[in-house]
């Protein structure tokens, strides 16, 4: 996306693809959209992402609106973040990528099936 372009004269799609481009960030908004999490249990939940990925990731998430970062006032200091109003709002296309995911599995292991000549 051009730094020099307003919003609203981009492309609505090429708008949704740099938000969501990052190798991560759509793990990140799936898991956030199951509630709210703090840093190292989405950092486990993610598996091999650096803690200094997923916290720049979570940055720009959060400076994009997407995700709430809530600090509690307690010893020691809590922080959860979760999906903001406009971050709720992607959960549709979370849910329909991930049953096109499942129906893609299901569509490749039925042919590999069919090609090993024996039924699993």
């Known amino acids: 996306m051009a730094k020099t372009m307003a919003i609203p004269d981009q492309c609505p799609m090429d708008i949704g693809l ?17 509630g709210a999490c703090r840093f190292n249990k989405l950092q486990r939940l993610l598996g091999s992402i650096t803690t200094k990925t997923l916290t720049q ?12 970062r809530t ?5 020691p200091v809590r922080v959860e973040y979760s999906l903001s109003e406009l971050g709720q709002s992607i959960q549709p296309v979370l849910k329909a990528l ?19 000549g024996y039924v699993v």
């Open 18 to 34: 740099n938000i969501l481009s990052g190798k991560w960030t759509l793990r990140i908004l799936w898991h956030l959209s199951k």
């Open 57 to 68: 990731q979570l940055k720009d998430l959060e400076e994009q609106g997407i995700v709430i």
């Open 71 to 75: 600090v509690y006032p307690e010893t």
């Open 98 to 116: 991930c049953d096109w995911g499942t129906n893609y599995q299901e569509t490749v292991s039925q042919r590999s099936e069919k090609t090993s």
